[in-house]
């Protein structure tokens, strides 16, 4: 594959370990929190909604681990809020706990937003929070703007029109194709972590999770898509090892090099 650089606006440096620009960086009792400037105002109400929240995180949400959550709060845009959960047996032993004093969540929040400013079609970023327990181990949730619509998933499983299920097949394969030509190497691609918008008069597909995910200062390399076009593969036949929902057409669309 030829390797075409990114605008220099993009390709400077690889991304910033901490956001900056439009967020700011607050420290509320425990919590260190960069929000976008225009919620600043909004810190204490939002920390207090999520903490209320975090509480139900895990038995009440909604996508992988059940973490992501609603967050309501009075003159704010409506948001959505997911909390770092551990998966595993390791989430026996420590849950929502982490370590470390670069917290993932604020990583995450500064690679969303570079990726956003690259035309990648992500979740809009507006926050993201550590709160300390003890110096090194937090607890971490990410902010971003809701969305109304289902996972790719939650799509394919309820919607049976074959010419609007090709659409958009085809609209989520140009989301990712997108996501590899700006730089981005999701960690985790699978079906769970690809939006269909609904609420606008015509669909879109954005990208969720960018937990570890990184940057790259050039379009991802062939290898590393077809990695990545892989484990969404694993990630449909694990859901639908039959392929009744999922046929040879769908992943042909999706997963094609």
């Known amino acids: 594959m030829t390797r075409r650089n990114l605008p220099k606006s993009s390709r400077s440096r690889p991304a910033r370990p901490y956001p900056g620009g439009s967020f700011a960086r607050l420290m509320l009792g425990r ?50 809020v ?17 370590f470390g004093f670069e917290p993932r969540p604020v990583r995450e929040l500064a690679i969303a937003a570079e990726a956003a400013k690259r035309g990648i079609p992500v979740a809009e970023p507006l926050g993201a929070l550590a709160q300390w327990t003890c110096p090194g181990v937090y607890r971490g949730a990410f902010i971003t703007r809701a969305i109304p619509g289902i996972t790719l998933w939650e799509f394919l499983r ?51 999770d960018l937990d570890k995910a990184r940057l790259l200062t050039y379009p991802v390399p062939a290898p590393i898509r077809r990695r990545n076009l892989d484990r969404l593969l694993r990630s449909a036949r694990k859901l639908d090892p039959e392929g009744r929902i999922i046929d040879a057409a769908a992943r042909e669309i999706l997963t094609a090099s």
């Open 82 to 98: 997911r909390f770092s959960r551990r998966g595993g047996m390791v989430r026996l032993l420590l849950d929502d706990l982490y």
């Open 158 to 208: 309820t919607d049976d029109d074959p010419h609007v299920r090709e659409h958009v097949l085809g609209l989520a394969r140009e989301a990712i194709d997108a996501m590899h030509g700006g730089g981005l190497v999701h960690a985790d691609l699978n079906l769970h972590n690809l939006l269909v918008a609904t609420g606008a008069e015509r669909f879109s597909v954005a990208i969720l």
């Open 31 to 80: 919590s260190t929190v960069y929000l976008r400037q225009d919620l600043v105002a909004l810190a204490p109400r939002i920390i207090t909604r999520i903490e209320e929240l975090r509480a139900r995180a895990g038995r009440e949400g909604s996508g992988n681990r059940l973490s992501a959550m609603r967050l309501a709060v009075e003159n704010a845009p409506e948001m959505i």
